[in-house]
């Protein structure tokens, strides 16, 4: 729900997708931001489209209060 309230969209990723078909899947979304855990970070990076981020979950604070 917090992602739909904030106006982002979850597009869960099937990673044993061939690499080029996560690819078409993301550029199609319209993807700018995806988030991964660190075992799959290098196959998001690599499909990412031109532009957009791959986040490591791992890297993001747990709550406001640690932005600092």
Same mark, same amino acid.
């Given at each position: 729900? &917090? @992602?739909?309230?904030? &106006?982002? @969209?979850?597009? *869960?990723? $099937? @990673?044993?997708? *061939?690499?080029?078909?996560? =690819?078409?899947? #993301?550029?199609?979304?319209?993807? =700018?931001v +995806? /988030?991964a $855990?660190?075992? =799959?970070?290098? #196959? #998001?990076?690599?499909?990412m *489209?031109? &532009? +957009?981020?791959a986040?490591? /979950?791992? $890297? /993001? *604070?747990?709550? +406001?209060? $640690?932005? &600092?």
């Amino acid at each position: 729900l &917090g @992602v739909l309230k904030c &106006g982002a @969209v979850a597009l *869960p990723l $099937d @990673v044993r997708s *061939p690499a080029d078909r996560l =690819r078409r899947t #993301l550029a199609h979304s319209g993807a =700018r931001v +995806a /988030i991964a $855990d660190a075992a =799959r970070m290098a #196959l #998001l990076a690599e499909a990412m *489209p031109e &532009g +957009a981020q791959a986040l490591r /979950i791992e $890297d /993001i *604070p747990a709550s +406001a209060d $640690d932005f &600092g």
